[in-house]
Structure formats: structure tokens, C-alpha cells
């Protein structure tokens, strides 16, 4: 598989120069062939929001390039604009300048692979988070030990009592570590679930206010929704 990751430059003559470096790379591939990141640049009128259209010829430009290369635009979920110019009121910008294009020999091999444009909190650009094997199925679920949880103090005592534990004294490292493990899961499942609830919660309020094609931007009520969720990260 061949992965081209792409910053294109801000100013159209730039990228009509990465628009060929690409065309020869298509000319020279033969792998399934995977293109994306920042191309700073639409497809089309309604990938922007905010102040004046894109003018026709560069959405053109871009097409032809997708044209010439056979690449397809791989559909995203979560953020319809992935990038902003974080002004207030009527000044906001929005535009879809991240995205992820792909060969169709690449999505023959890949049928499931799903892309989603992240929230966009320590950036002004959203993330592009590529699954190439579908969620949907559950999966057992595994314990995973989580950084923060070193800053509460019961945390480390849970893991001293447990580890020194009468009951586990004699047991193999392996079931040592099994027993830790369910004591950790135990003890963090009441104290950190409703956090992530909380999180997510603000995440999907955030993502809303991301989608909103008509509402006014309020970058008040956006610094306070970032805040809150990285207040609870910590």
C-alpha cells in the first residue's frame, strides 16, 4: 500500500505545484494508493460557510486533480468542516480542507474502512481518524490502565493493598497482575465513568456547534465547551 500525506500550501499557484508532484506520482504508482490530510482546498460550494464563495476555477482545479489521479473522496463522519477560523458572530469561517482520497484499488482492499473528522480542540484543524476494520462488532472488552488515574492517591492504594493481598501472596506474576487489574477496574468504573459521560456529553455539544450551517458562531460559548472538556481530561 502507498500513503501520500499531503500539507498543501495556502496560496493557489503553491498547490497547483503539489497538484503535480501528485499527478506523477499517480503516473509512477501501481500499489493501492492512499492520499491525505490538509489539502486547503473544496470540492464544492458547500464545503465552506462564511464570508465569499470559493471561486469556481479552484474547486475545478481540485476535481480535476481527483479526475486525473482516479482518486475517490472518502466520505467522513463527525465534523462536516474541518477547519475554522475561529472569529466571532458573522466573521466565522468553516471550510472541509481536511480530508482523506483513496485509489479504488484501495477501497476494493479495504471495503470497511471508515474515516471520522475528530473535534478540532488543540488545533484549528479536526484530526482524521482512519478505521480500517468496521466498530460495529463488540469485542471482548480489555482492561486498559489509564494515565491520569495516578494522580488520585486512592489509586496507588489500591494497587499496594491488592498486590499485597494475603489471598494473592502465592499466586503466578500473570495472576498477580489479573487480580490488580480487577481491583483497578473495580475501583475506577464508579469514580471515572461519569467523566467520560460528561465528556462526551460536551464532545456531541461541541461537534453540534462545528456542524451548524445558519447559527451565528459563538466563540464564547466554543473556549467555554473546550475548556470544560480539557478541565476534565486532567
Not at 11 to 33: D, K
Not at 78 to 97: H, M, P, Q, S, Y
Not at 126 to 134: A, I
Request: charged share 25%; with cysteine; glycine share 2%.
Amino acid at each position: 500500500m502507498r500513503l501520500t500525506c499531503v500539507h498543501a500550501p495556502t496560496a493557489y499557484n503553491l498547490r497547483q505545484g503539489l497538484w503535480t508532484e501528485i499527478r506523477e506520482i499517480s503516473n509512477n504508482n501501481t500499489l493501492p494508493w492512499l492520499c491525505a490530510s490538509d489539502f486547503n482546498e473544496i470540492l464544492y460550494p458547500w464545503e465552506k460557510v462564511g464570508r465569499r464563495p470559493v471561486e469556481p476555477y479552484r474547486m475545478h482545479s481540485f476535481r480535476e486533480l481527483l479526475n486525473d489521479c482516479s482518486l475517490l473522496d472518502v466520505v467522513s463522519k463527525g465534523c462536516a468542516f474541518t477547519w475554522t477560523n475561529n472569529r466571532n458572530g458573522e466573521d466565522i469561517v468553516k471550510e472541509r480542507l481536511d480530508r482523506m482520497l483513496c485509489s479504488m484499488e484501495w477501497r476494493l482492499t479495504f471495503l470497511a474502512a471508515e474515516v471520522f473528522a475528530l473535534l478540532a480542540i488543540g488545533s484549528d484543524h479536526s484530526p482524521l481518524l482512519l478505521l480500517t476494520e468496521s466498530m460495529r462488532v463488540k469485542k471482548r472488552k480489555t482492561f486498559t490502565f489509564e494515565a491520569y488515574w495516578l494522580q488520585d492517591q486512592e489509586c496507588h492504594s489500591i494497587i499496594v493493598e491488592s498486590w499485597t493481598s494475603i489471598k494473592v501472596r502465592h499466586l503466578t506474576l500473570p495472576r498477580k497482575l489479573n487480580v490488580v487489574s480487577a481491583a483497578l477496574a473495580s475501583w475506577s468504573y464508579p469514580k471515572f465513568n461519569s467523566t467520560q459521560h460528561q465528556i462526551s456529553s460536551l464532545k456531541q455539544q461541541l461537534q453540534n456547534l462545528t456542524n451548524e450551517l445558519n447559527r451565528p458562531h459563538d466563540k464564547a460559548l466554543v473556549t467555554n465547551l473546550k475548556e470544560r472538556i480539557h478541565k476534565l481530561w486532567q
